[in-house]
């Protein structure tokens, strides 16, 4: 019967934390696995906001930074920097993936492994101002080259 107590507790924390997220949703998350001395990897995921929000921030005990990152191609140069925010129009869904936009995690604390998890809480805020949090546990995977980072490119990050 506690057993029962408690997931019902469970379901409805998670539903009041989707509600005060502007409806914000997030699904297929994932993080990049490192190996031993990778201090930074890519998290990545589909976010939807029924009303329209920005993606201000990300944090995550692993790492001792975690920013919200844009990657693109300017010529032959792969060049990625932090951006102050992103936006999630309303009603539309923005992809983070590999060479798009992504949460950066650096300077991480240990290697990630393979089917681990990862805490992320990502911090939204709505066209009047008000920010609110989304927790994640991210399923951490290992991704061929095809899904991720062409090493054969230059890299100029910025932070």
């Known amino acids: 019967m506690k057993f029962k107590k408690l997931c019902v507790a469970l379901a409805a924390t998670c539903m009041t934390g989707l509600a005060f997220a502007q409806a914000v949703t997030v699904v297929e998350p994932w993080a990049r696995a490192t190996v031993q001395g990778q201090k930074a990897t890519g998290a990545f995921m589909k976010i939807t906001s ?41 009603g539309k869904t923005v992809e983070l993936k590999p060479g798009g936009y992504h949460v950066m995690l650096m300077d991480l604390k240990a290697p990630l492994a393979d089917k681990s998890n990862v805490p992320i809480t990502l911090v939204f805020e709505n066209a009047k101002g008000v920010k609110s949090q989304v927790e994640l546990q991210v399923p951490v995977k290992t991704m061929g080259m095809q899904q991720g980072h062409q090493h054969d490119h230059k890299h100029d990050h910025k932070h």
């Open 50 to 90: 029924k009303d329209g929000a920005k993606l201000v921030s990300a944090s995550s005990p692993a790492a001792g930074v975690t920013e919200i990152h844009e990657m693109k191609m300017e010529k032959d140069i792969m060049k990625m920097a932090a951006v102050p925010a992103l936006e999630i129009p309303a």
